[in-house]
Each structure stands twice: as C-alpha cells, then as structure tokens.
C-alpha cells in the first residue's frame, strides 16, 4: 500500500512563505500524477496545484503566481513552496497520489495558518 506523509505546515504571518512536502513510501513519484489539496473548515476541499506524470503542471487561480509545485524524484517526495501567503490560505493541506495502476492515495494532512 503506497503511503503519504505530509509534513511542513506551521503559523505564519500574511506575506510569509512555508514549503510543503510530501513524503511517499514507493520510488512512484516519477510516474505517479499528484497535487495538493486543501480544505477549510466548512468548505469543500478544493485542488490547488497539480503535476501529471509527464510533467504537466496546473495551479488554481487563486495561487498563480504564489505557489510552485515540483517533484523531488531522488528523495521520493512531493514539493510545494507556498510564498507570499495570505489569510485564505488557511486550511488543512492534503497530498494526493495516483498510481499508474489506478490506485488513489490521500495523506493525513497538515495545518497552515496565515494570521498576524
């Protein structure tokens, strides 16, 4: 069973910066698609960056410009460096694999909080 393990979230202040990441348990990475997730309470959890397996990127509209991205194929870990953070930025952060077999991985999420 491929596992997902989010870590990096924290309390930071509007403008700031935080890097996710996004541990996985097999060398699938590569040839995986995957993307960020996040969800504030109350709210329906929503994409905000994804990365196909060939390299296609897509962001939501609400983090052009801000949010990047990337994959770590030597480290198996998935990347994304959040800068220039505001207040609606705030939710819990998920992690989400989908293997070439077809098989759909969420990790447990991690917390951010942008608040002065």
């Known amino acids: 069973q491929v596992q997902l393990v989010e870590s990096g979230g924290g309390l930071v202040q509007p403008g700031g910066s935080l890097r996710l990441s996004c541990a996985v348990s097999g060398s699938i990475v590569s040839i995986s698609t995957m993307g960020w997730y996040r969800q504030a309470p109350g709210k329906q959890r929503e994409l905000v960056a994804g990365?196909?397996?060939?390299?296609?990127?897509h962001y939501a509209d609400s983090v052009k410009g801000r949010f990047t991205i990337s994959r770590d194929n030597a480290e198996n870990t998935l990347i994304l460096q959040m800068n220039n953070l505001e207040p609606e930025d705030t939710a819990v952060y998920y992690c989400?694999?989908?293997?070439?077999?077809?098989?759909?991985?969420w990790g447990q999420g991690t917390q951010v909080t942008v608040s002065s």
């Open positions: 989400n694999l989908r293997a070439p077999w077809g098989l759909i991985s």
């Open positions: 990365i196909i397996s060939g390299g296609s990127i």
